[in-house]
Nanobody
Framework: QVQLVESGGGLVQPGGSLRLSCAAS????????MGWYRQAPGKQRELVAT???????NYASSVKGRFTISRDNGKNTLNLQMNTLNTEDTAVYYC?????????WGQGTQVTVSS
């Protein structure tokens, strides 16, 4: 099993930046795919970005060029650097891990982009 705990959400003005982190309860070297999803009010949960154990990344078109996903194997942490945020990025952001053919989710962290 894997427990995931997100941190780093908050309120930011349009054009600002935030860095989300997700701490895993086990070595992320053993986790094939990790990623970030988000869910805005009244909308379905959507993919933001994923990263494989080998470092291959995949981004939603809406965040490509603004967000960067990374893995810190030494700290067993998944990160999401979010730059040039806009109001459409407002959502609850969830950390995701695919381990041993099962999906694991964190509890979510709120990101609000507003002036």
């Amino acid at each position: 099993q894997v427990q995931l705990v997100e941190s780093g959400g908050g309120l930011v003005q349009p054009g600002g930046s935030l860095r989300l982190s997700c701490a895993a309860s086990r070595s992320i070297n053993s986790i094939n795919v990790m990623g970030w999803y988000r869910q805005a009010p009244g909308k379905q949960r959507e993919l933001v970005a994923t990263i494989s154990r080998g470092g291959n990344t995949n981004y939603a078109s809406s965040v490509k060029g603004r967000f960067t996903i990374s893995r810190d194997n030494g700290k067993n942490t998944l990160n999401l650097q979010m730059n040039t945020l806009n109001t459409e990025d407002t959502a609850v952001y969830y950390c995701y891990a695919n381990f041993d053919w099962r999906a694991y989710w964190g509890q979510g962290t709120q990101v609000t982009v507003s002036s």
